[in-house]
Each structure stands twice: as C-alpha cells, then as structure tokens.
C-alpha cells in the first residue's frame, strides 16, 4: 500500500522559497506515488497515481499487484483456518497444521512471483520520469528500493517459515507421546 517502493533520484523544489526548498526524492509505489515530502516528512503530495486497474504503470506491475493480492488474500484464509485449530485437529482428516502449511507455501510462492514482476516493471514511462531516462527493467538507475519493497521480501520470507513450522507443529502433535497424553485427558501439552 506505501509508495516507498522505488525512491527517485534527489530534486530540489521548484518554488525555490522558505524552508521547504529543501532536496526531496519522489517516491513510487505499485499505484501509488508520493511528490513532494514537506517540513521534516509533514504534508506533501502523495497519494494514488491509479485511480482504475488500467492506469498502473505497467503490465508487469498489474500482474504483480494480481499475484501479491492472491497471496494476501490466501494467507488471509490461513488465518481464519487456523482459528478452527483451537476447537479442531483435522478437517475431513486432514491435519490443519498440513493445510495451512500448504496454503502457506502456496502464498509464499504467489508473492515471490509477484515481488519478481515488480522489477520487470521498471522500464515504463512513469518509472523512467522518477528515475531517469536509462531506467530499464531490472535497471533502475538513478532509483533506489524503498522499506516497502524490503518489508515484502520479509514478509514473503516470514510466510515461507511460517509454512516450515507448520509442518513442524504437525509432527510434534502427531507423536506417540502426544497421543498418550491426549488419551489420559489432557489439553494442553507441551513437548520439549
């Protein structure tokens, strides 16, 4: 949703008057885009470039914008499914911890395309006014990434072990021992 993804080459402001004539660099998100940065971060133009599906500023941003959507929204049901997992072991016996595992690496492999379009993208005109005529997919100049960008790898890495430890919970739950303690009446057992 921020639009530091890409941070443009440093400009200085036009109006040239007061305190705000300070250097500033754009920045460029998937469909968002912020301008100009006033006092210490404070005010500035920053909002949707987009305002439809057609205007991102490339195919490849659509598409990754398709594939990091379908990822969230996967990981979303991962979510829901795994309140089930307080009341529920299995759904039509199957493990949850199996389910939302699988999910969960199907997420993770949905937002890493999405996060390896989003370079493919940076030849288009907008990413070439922010970051210079030399801007070329997978080039991007005079640009620099953004946290948001970062903040996505981390999430993407953060799904992928979530999905490992999924699994992990499946095989620590699935034990003998386990079994013969949930036999003997308990609810909440822990195994080191």
Sequence with gaps: MSSDWLLGFPRSDSRGVGVDSEEFRPSLGLYSRCLRAGTRGVGGSCGPY???FGEVASGFWQAAMLFLAAGTLVLGGVACVSIFSLCFQSIMKKSLFNICGVLQAIAGLLLMVGLMLYPAGW??????HYCGPEALPFRPSLCSLGWAFYA?????????LCAVLSVQAEIATSSDKVQEEIEEGKSLICLL
Excluded: D, P
């Design 50 to 52: 987009a305002l439809s």
């Design 123 to 128: 030849g288009s005109e907008k990413v070439i």
């Design 152 to 160: 996505a790898i981390g999430g993407t890495l953060g799904t992928f």
